[in-house]
């Protein structure tokens, strides 16, 4: 392929260690970081061979640790951007650090909606559809065939994705520096991150309050109804901001998962939600 001339035989050699690495991206999943570890593990390969100081290499682990969530077969192509960009930083003194996760954080969303879509909403049902055809007929072979048929373009894709990704990253990232567009490309990274934390808020932070005020008899007023007139989803909003602050003064995230799940228990006996 095209792609693959445009980088040298070792950095090949460093793409076919990541892909391998990354069948292990959720092997080890929290809270915190989802797949953030098996990400620092699939990128080990470019960082031991681009930086030779082991702080930057330390550093270099602990910006790939933090939390990284898309659909498999489209990680290596975010990974072979990375790495590209650690590549830039081990040369350039200039660079900015911070375009890497802003990077991360702005391909992640969008490329789970195409991955999920894809492959689960899509591929999956097709592969599945013809695997029960053949399970029906009483053909042995169909699960056999339905895992062939459902990876067979989940590895072509996260193979060639991570080659793509590396090129790609290594030949634009220059440019951008050139002309003065890393800067710009950075915010906005940073804006579209910021834009689906607040999207993961609205649709995975609920809060329904049952409260209502009576009088003989008769419901005057709704809390729920008052509380989304002010603001749709005031009380997600908050909880999220105060799980933040928390965060911020080094309160541990298990601690704020016990905390969240007494107090969803305390509000429930007590009849407020």
């Known amino acids: 392929m095209k792609i693959s001339k445009s980088i040298t035989k070792d950095e090949k050699k460093l793409v076919n260690k990541m892909f391998w690495r990354s069948m292990t991206m959720y092997a080890s999943v929290n809270p915190v970081t989802m797949g953030g570890g098996g ?10 061979h681009f930086y030779k100081n082991e702080e930057d290499r330390k550093l270099a682990l602990e910006r790939h640790a933090q939390y990284f969530s898309t659909t498999i077969p489209c990680s290596s192509f975010i990974m072979g951007i990375a790495a590209s960009m650690e590549k830039d930083n081990s040369q350039r003194s200039d660079f900015n650090v911070e375009s890497i996760n802003a990077i991360k954080t702005s391909l992640m969303g969008p490329l789970a909606g195409i991955g999920d879509s894809l492959f689960w909403g899509v591929w999956r049902v097709v592969a599945a559809g013809l ?34 990704g590396y090129s790609l990253g290594s030949k634009y990232i220059e440019q951008m520096y050139s002309n003065g567009l ?7 990274a940073s804006i579209l991150g910021l834009i689906m934390v607040g999207a993961m808020t609205i649709s995975m932070v609920k809060f329904n309050t049952v409260l209502t005020l009576s009088m003989k008899g008769k419901e ?24 933040f602050k928390l965060l911020d003064k080094k309160v541990g995230v298990i601690k704020i998962i016990f905390g969240i799940v007494v107090l969803g228990i305390i509000l429930s006996l007590l009849g407020i939600a």
């Open 220 to 243: 005057i007023m709704n809390v729920q109804q008052v509380l989304d007139s002010i603001f749709k989803g005031i009380i997600p909003l908050l909880v999220t901001l105060v799980c």
């Open 39 to 48: 990400f620092a593990y699939s990128m080990m390969p470019f960082i031991n």
């Open 182 to 188: 890393i800067t710009i490309l950075t915010k906005a």
């Open 131 to 164: 695997a029960i055809n053949l399970a029906y007929a009483g053909n042995i072979l169909a699960p056999i065939i339905f895992l062939v048929v459902f990876n067979i373009p989940n590895y072509l894709c996260r193979y060639y994705g991570g080659l793509l």
